[in-house]
């Protein structure tokens, strides 16, 4: 089991940019397909993108994409995402967790594919 820890979450406008951070406890996170998932309010928890254990593949919700990046450094033990032309419809709670079984691209963003979770971090967007 791996802890997480997020961070980087913050209230921006309409437009803006924020990168979020993820730290995890063991080295063994570079073994793990990991990705960014958020939970809107009054909405089920969606995957926002994935990335693979060596960092060169990665997967998009269609909502995200061309704005939101994910990347990771195995050498740090750290996830991150970079999320540029914010929309207030990218509000939420945004979590980082942790996935030890390659997956079909259909079951690659379902929150039930993810064992381990962090606590999240929020970002609000206003208008």
């Known amino acids: 089991q791996v802890q997480l820890v997020e961070s980087g979450g913050g209230s921006v406008q309409a437009g803006g940019s924020l990168r979020l951070s993820c730290a995890a406890s063991?080295?063994?996170?570079?073994?793990?397909?990991m990705a960014w998932l958020r939970r809107a309010p009054g909405k089920e928890r969606e995957g926002v993108a994935r990335i693979n254990p060596r960092g060169d593949g990665t997967y998009y919700a269609d909502s995200v994409k061309g704005r939101f990046t994910i990347s990771r450094d195995n050498a740090k033990n750290a996830l991150y995402l970079q999320m540029n032309s914010l929309k207030p419809e990218d509000t939420g709670m945004y979590y980082c967790a942790t996935d030890q079984t390659p997956r079909p691209l259909w079951s690659a963003l379902n929150p039930n594919s993810y064992n381990d979770w962090g606590q999240g971090t929020q970002v609000t967007v206003s208008s």
């Open positions: 063991s080295s063994t996170m570079s073994t793990y397909y």
